[in-house]
């Protein structure tokens, strides 16, 4: 039977909020042994970007440490960055903590990613609480991942909740090492986890978001619609921005990707389309004049749709005009299937979706890849790791080459 870990060791931990707090932190982490497990909260879904409102950390010796991080960025990464950066991490689902620890100057000499871990080893339920309560034994208490964590004060619960997300991330991660050790994989895992590392180190900095990422513009092919979706795009940033609130509570952007698409022509129209406030009298104005401005600038300014170059593989939805890449694609999937299902790991972890398209694209299309070194090649430069490699490379000639 679980056991059920409601509160921290030792009592909820004291929030630091000071320099002076921060520099002795660091000191008591820095005469901790062995890895640091750091969580951190965010409040995405309520703020304008994606920096940490609370960071976690906890090391044998040390105990657990919780920072809040907000007006004294600068100080945290003064005071933490000599010790965090020289240490191993661990995270669960490290893509998603990185970012912002990178946007703090923290950055781990050293990665495991429990979560990462868990798909590795064939475990169907990754969740830290499921992994927790299934490989050692306890149950943690759940409820506040999706709260307002830019709130202050943080109610105790709250913080006792984060404070439990580290407990025994340590712990987690020796039991998956060895599981993974026993199963022939924790090879595998290191590859994924240097790739981690790499991926989201100094030297690869977070972009910021364009407009032209966003979802559904691709199907916008008029330049006036772009014009349109560009301007709506920038507007709700400014406005986002200086309100420091997420965008889609300014504009959703499904919403905005409509306007653009119909271009409508009154306010009366833009009231019609789904998502948009229309009882919102002053954001029909708002947003009816972003729409004429856009409308009313120079075609010259407008921007064209894309044009691709060789290297560019269509996604997923444009294949469908190209019967003969979209066949062998589901070729493709089925035998990397059985691959999945013979080494236990989820088909998505064995090659990314978008490496494998690319793969059938370039054999099947292009014809850049016509013998196995080709194909040996073509991953590698896809950053298909060496584990996948050798997993994927006989399959996948066998069946299009």
């Known amino acids: 039977m679980p056991v059920p870990l409601i509160s921290p060791t030792g009592g909820t931990p004291a929030l630091i909020d000071s320099a002076g707090a921060l520099s002795d932190a660091a000191d008591a982490l820095a005469s901790g042994r062995g890895p640091i497990a750091i969580d951190t909260e965010r409040a995405s879904g309520y703020r304008y970007d994606e920096r940490a409102f609370l960071v976690q950390l906890r090391r044998r010796d040390t105990g657990t440490i919780l920072i ?21 991490w661990v995270i669960h689902a490290a893509p998603s903590d990185l970012p912002c620890l990178a946007r703090l100057g923290l950055y781990p000499a050293d ?52 404070a439990l997300d580290v407990e025994l991330l340590n712990e987690l991660a020796e039991a998956m090492a060895e599981i993974l050790d026993a199963a022939g994989k924790l ?19 977070v972009e910021p978001a364009t407009w032209t990422q966003a979802k559904g513009v691709n199907g916008l092919n008029r330049p006036e619609q772009r014009a349109v979706v560009r301007e709506l795009w920038l507007e709700r940033d400014r406005i986002a921005r200086q309100r420091d609130c997420a965008v889609h509570r300014i504009l959703k952007t499904r919403t905005m990707i409509e306007i653009a698409r119909r271009l ?41 749709p894309p044009r691709h170059d060789s290297d560019h593989v269509p ?23 059985e691959v999945s299902g013979e080494v236990e790991v989820p088909v998505e972890n064995i090659l990314a979706p978008a490496t494998l398209r690319a793969v059938v694209w370039h054999t099947v299309e292009t014809g850049r890849i016509r013998s196995t070194g080709q194909l040996v090649d073509h991953l590698q430069a896809l950053e298909a790791r060496p584990w996948q490699v050798e997993l994927t490379v006989p399959v996948l000639a066998r069946e299009l080459l």
């Open 187 to 205: 090879d595998w895992a290191v590859q994924e986890f240097q790739h981690i590392r790499r991926t989201h180190g100094p030297s690869t900095p």
């Open 264 to 304: 409508p022509g009154s306010s009366g129209d833009l009231a019609t389309i789904s998502g948009f406030p229309r009882r919102d009298e002053r954001a029909r104005t708002r947003w009816m004049s972003v729409i004429d401005k856009a409308r009313r600038s120079p075609r010259a300014t407008w921007p064209e």
């Open 68 to 88: 809040d991080p907000e007006g004294r960025r600068a100080e945290l990464r003064e005071a933490l960055a000599p010790v965090l950066n020289s240490a191993g």
């Open 111 to 162: 990665l495991f990613d429990t979560e990462l871990a868990g798909r590795l080893a064939g475990i169907h339920r990754v969740n830290l609480a499921a992994m927790v309560e299934d490989i050692l034994g306890f149950t943690l208490s759940k409820g506040h991942g999706q709260e307002d964590w830019s709130t202050r004060p943080l109610p105790a619960e709250w913080l006792d909740y984060a």
């Open 315 to 337: 996604g997923r939805s444009a294949l469908a005009s190209y019967p003969e890449v979209k066949e062998s694609l589901s070729r493709a999937r089925e035998v990397l299937s």
